[in-house]
């Protein structure tokens, strides 16, 4: 592995390759346990970076799905991959997610612009995720991120 880091930093590179990331190719796909208890998959088109350790995007139903399940569950993982990206092509990205409504203006006007449309009267609510952890590879090789504790 070609780097380890004692910290989180979704910054540079990383936050190239993930802001904006739906509009190069494949979407970001995140991974929770849903209310049923199952293991669901989704894509997020509206994924960005909201601070060196944080990642937002936006949840078009307030009430079920993801939202209702990170609040009884908030464990969730990312993966990523794609060839024509900026910076690293493939990020494994693992943190803890909540419902953060106070953040629904900031995440609702910094996603991108066909996510958006897909809620144009705002009903969804912003979701933040603590990231605990990050692998990636890029052409410099492999790297990880852990949170200290």
């Known amino acids: 592995m070609v780097g380890r880091m004692a910290d ?60 209702r399940s990170v609040a009884e569950r908030p464990p969730v993982s990312l993966v990523y991959y794609s060839r024509d990206t900026p910076g690293p092509f493939y990020l494994s990205i693992k943190g803890r997610a909540r419902v953060a409504p106070e953040l629904n203006d900031f995440v609702y006007e910094h996603m991108v612009e066909v996510e958006r449309t897909q809620d144009p009267e705002r009903h969804g609510v912003a979701i933040v995720i603590d990231v605990d952890d990050v692998v990636g590879a890029s052409t410099q090789g492999m790297f990880l991120q852990e949170r200290t504790p």
């Open 8 to 67: 989180i930093f979704l910054n540079g590179e990383i936050a190239e390759a993930v802001n904006g990331a739906v509009l190069r190719g494949p979407a970001f796909v995140l991974g929770y346990v849903s209310a049923d208890a199952t293991p669901s998959l989704s894509f997020r088109g509206s994924l960005l970076v909201y601070s060196d350790d944080q990642l937002a995007l936006w949840a078009r139903n307030p009430v079920d799905g993801l939202a």
